[in-house]
């Protein structure tokens, strides 16, 4: 770590910052502007933080690089860069990276069912993969 990549990375924040949009599922404040200002700039503090980690277990050989070869996720990924409101990326590869790979043991990890949502013994179930929609390749663990 240096300063150069401090600075890269601030730099990459702001901007960042005015172009990110994430859901509106959580109220910071009743003030909308201040609400939306303070959703962006936790939520962009930790995909980044995130995506940090994963790059650097990439280069400890403890992940795949296919999770960041543009090339490789057009054949796993479907709609992959399709246009900039896509989010099967953020869905299928990395929320099912940091949740239902990093965060379960290797034993326990599996696809969540299918079914209807308020009788689904998995709904809301963060800690199984999810998503399988969003893949143009099989279940395969």
Do not use: C
Not at 1 to 25: N, S, V
Not at 46 to 68: G, Q, S
Not at 88 to 113: D, G, H, V
Request: glycine fraction near 2%; hydrophobic fraction near 35%.
């Amino acid at each position: 770590m240096t300063k150069e990549f401090y600075k890269e990375l601030q730099a990459w924040y702001f901007y960042a910052l005015d172009k990110i949009r994430f859901p509106e599922d959580y109220k910071y404040s009743d003030d909308p502007q201040k609400n939306r200002e303070v959703r962006n700039a936790t939520n962009l503090i930790r995909l980044l933080t995130r995506v940090i980690f994963a790059w650097f277990m990439r280069e400890r050989n403890l992940i795949p690089e296919d999770i960041f070869d543009e090339n490789k996720l057009k054949g796993i990924v479907k709609d992959f860069l399709k246009d900039e409101n896509s989010s099967n990326y953020y869905n299928a590869i990395l929320q099912n990276l940091f949740f239902a790979t990093l965060n379960q043991k290797p034993s326990e990890r599996a696809f969540a069912s299918d079914g209807g949502e308020p009788y689904n013994p998995h709904y809301g179930v963060k800690t199984l993969y999810r998503y399988a929609d969003k893949f143009l390749i099989s279940k395969v663990l």
